[in-house]
Nanobody, 122 residues
């Protein structure tokens, strides 16, 4: 069984930055695709970014390219989401999830964290 736990959310002013972390325990984190997803109140969950097991391949939602960066450190069993130039519309609960095949669709992911709240004040 694999478990993932997010951290790093909080309140930030528009234009600021946050780095989210996703710590994994259990079976080899390095064999999993990792994704970040978010869900704002009253909206559907959406894909933010995905990274391959080696870190060589990444995917970003078109609207977030250039502001968000996904990365991972397999030696530390940890993934990251660096978020820059944050906007009020980025306010959401952010989730980390992992799966064993390449996909950016959130409903294809097997293991989820509890989520971390990101609030951007304008």
């Amino acid at each position: 069984q694999v478990q993932v736990v997010e951290s790093g959310g909080g309140l930030v002013q528009a234009g600021g930055s946050l780095r989210l972390s996703c710590a994994a325990s259990g079976r080899a984190f390095s064999s999993y695709v990792m994704g970040w997803f978010r869900q704002a109140p009253g909206k559907e969950r959406e894909s933010v970014a995905v990274i391959s097991p080696s870190g060589a391949t990444t995917y970003y939602a078109d609207s977030l390219k250039g502001r968000f960066t996904i990365s991972r450190n397999n030696a530390k069993n940890t993934g990251y989401l660096q978020m820059n130039s944050l906007r009020a519309e980025d306010t959401a609960v952010y989730y980390c999830a992992i799966t064993q095949r390449w996909t950016y669709k959130w409903d294809d992911y097997n293991y989820w964290g509890q989520g971390t709240q990101v609030t951007v004040s304008s």
